[in-house]
């Protein structure tokens, strides 16, 4: 028979927004106009769960009231379950506070149930959230044990059917009818309802009973539809107050690639490239990308390009929440080095680019490389850095380290080396030129690229080094 684990997460809202908040804090469900969710300092003034608002208003003068958001906590149900999927597989959601995963399958992979427990617990600490969890032989038994707060996992069938036995029907997703036509009849525990035949359940009572029964204690298989996660690393994080301030962005942002350092390490792949927005309040979304050349998986990295990259931002508003999405991802790789020059310093090439990208722009971080004209002010063009250029065909002419951007007249005495070179294009645009190029040294001792022109003008255009 499968095993499953079903994991109850009952105070979503508040541990994923408001975890840290000292002040006495309740989250109430409009609907039943109750108290669903509430903070350790609210506990301290006497409020407790299920009560109703203006009781809980009574008990503190200073009690801050916020609305259950079931939103929300699906959201974040679908990260948690995004994320437990790197250890895990088979999850199923059941929003807006409960994730069901089938254990059986995962058993070849670790030595026993307590290492596989283990091992999700380690992983669950990544999100500070409250949860209550337990195994059961079907589906409804793992939700409704875990539910109750019971808080074990084993694999002993006996005791398992036994904890289903001792649960009432209203711990139950049984329809509220029905339980309450159970108990007219005195079932009030699972343990009353088991010992009562099928067929005659299914004269007395709706068919939803009878399938209800079925399906928890495993006679009838239940089917079940498992998430399946968008290869890609994307998470939001809503901030508990608003913030002006970009630098106090520091701790929420680092907090989301922390995730994402271990999302990648998991994988052994490196980011290229992050979305950042910045969630404005009452503003359209501010969206930046901060992208590292050479792939980077570190937390510590990330931050210093993307806090070059703050630097140029101006808020139109407050920031009330902040997303990060892994746009570019690509294999992990070895650095190559050369053997015999060893490391030239603290930063590479390509980290170096990363920075000045991020300080500055993309736009003014340039390359060059060499292009098909031999017209020498045209031979040198702009380029994306580290692009590779293979448009040139066989050997590339001497020319000098340093050419001048607008060639002067030549006015000095110079000797002329043999072999000069003539340069005869660009007819087909505006920009034709005839010339004669020479090799010449001056008196002084410097060696010149010069060139004679159609009107037997002399210009220098470059110096060797």
Known sequence: MALWLYLHFPSLQRDTLYHDCELPLIIVDGRQNEVVQLTSAAKQEGIQLGMGLGSAASLCTSLQVLPYDEATEAKTLKQIARWLYLVTADIALYPPNGLLVKVSNMLTLYKDLGQYWQKLQSHLKHFTVEFHYCTGLSPYGARMLARKGVNQVSDNKDWLNAQVAKCALIESDLEPKAITSLQKVGV?????????????????????????????????EHKVEFYIPAEAFEQYLELYYEVSNLQFLEKPITKLYKRLETYLKL??????ELLITLHLRDKDDLQLTVAAAQGEYKASKWWQLTNLCLESVD????????????????????????????????LSATELVSILTAKLGEDRVQGLSIGQDHRPELANQLCPPFTVSNELNGDIPLRPSVMLATPVALNEHVTLQPYPERIVTGWWDSQQAVRDYFIGRSDSGRWLWLFRNADKQWFVHGVFS
């Open 188 to 220: 009030q525990q699972f343990s009353d309802l088991l010992r009562l035949p099928l067929a005659d359940l299914s004269k007395r009572f709706n068919l939803n009973v009878v399938n209800y029964i079925t399906r928890l204690t495993g006679t009838v």
């Open 267 to 272: 994988r052994d792949k490196l980011a290229c």
């Open 315 to 346: 808020l139109a508003a407050p920031v009330i929440g902040v997303s990060v999405k892994a746009s570019r991802v690509v294999n992990q790789y070895a650095e190559r080095n050369d053997l015999f020059q060893g490391s030239q310093g603290s």
